[in-house]
């Protein structure tokens, strides 16, 4: 699996965007990068996986570089609902999801 | 999106007592589902990979023996954890794999906080 590196924790205010990068420096050519978001005491919530260039959805957008060694959350206009605790993965196919420590969002009124 | 099931949400149990934590796929069969263990400030830890109709795979570490699981259907396992003590006392989550291996997209349940007294 690939080793994944993302900030500890991030501050913001409501209605600005919030954007995460992960490092995934060994990131295989077959891996898809994916993004879970966890409240506490419940369990992680699939938010939005990519495997090149942007995607977007009806909660974030993800963009990844060409060379794909890191990867970027970006969740728009945030509320105070999108504190949490972002995971980054990497992985495909078979492989067992492996939880970094994740990046705690902390958004202030 | 697939809609994970898991139950009881939270139990609290005496020392050597037996718990049996239920995780059901509600629309989507699983031929594989994951069960995690997260302490307090703490990331998620895979405990063991469920397999539909064969034995669990357990990661180094996890006694067998005291967390059984059982993945006799496409949409349910179970996680038991045997003789509980105060130090199995922690946030149990299950994941059911959606099917598509290139993108292994993995929903979660809700978690059971387990406590033993």
């Not at chain 1, 954007?19 to 978001?37: K, L, V």
């Not at chain 1, 999801?97 to 994740?102: H, I, N, T, Y």
């Not at chain 2, 939270?10 to 509600?26: D, P, Q």
Request: aromatic share 10%; hydrophobic share 35%; with cysteine.
């Amino acid at each position: 699996l690939a080793k994944t590196t993302q900030p500890i924790s991030m501050d913001s205010y409501e209605g600005q965007e919030v954007n995460i990068t992960c490092s995934h420096n060994n990131i295989a050519t077959n891996d898809y990068i994916t993004w879970y978001q966890q409240f506490p005491s419940q369990g992680p919530r699939f938010i939005i996986q990519g495997y090149k260039t942007k995607v977007t959805n009806e909660v974030a957008s993800l963009f990844i570089p060409a060379d794909r060694k890191s990867s970027t959350l970006s969740l728009p206009r945030v509320s105070l609902s999108d504190t949490a605790v972002y995971y980054c993965l990497v992985g495909v196919g078979d492989y067992k999801l492996s939880f970094g420590a994740g990046t705690t969002v902390t958004v202030r009124a | 999106g697939a809609v994970v099931s898991q139950h009881p949400s939270w139990v609290i149990c005496k020392s050597g007592t037996s718990v049996k934590i239920e995780c059901r796929s509600l629309d989507f069969q699983a031929t594989t589902m994951f069960w995690y263990r997260q302490f307090p400030k703490q990331s998620l830890m895979l405990m063991a990979t469920s397999n539909e109709g064969s034995k669990a795979t357990y990661e180094q570490g996890v006694e067998k023996d005291k967390f059984l699981i059982n993945h006799a259907s496409l949409t349910l396992s179970t996680l038991t954890v045997t003789s509980a003590h105060p130090e199995d006392s922690s946030f149990y989550i299950c994941s059911a794999r959606v099917a598509d291996l290139a993108k292994n997209i993995q929903y979660f349940g809700a978690g059971t906080r387990l406590s033993v007294l």
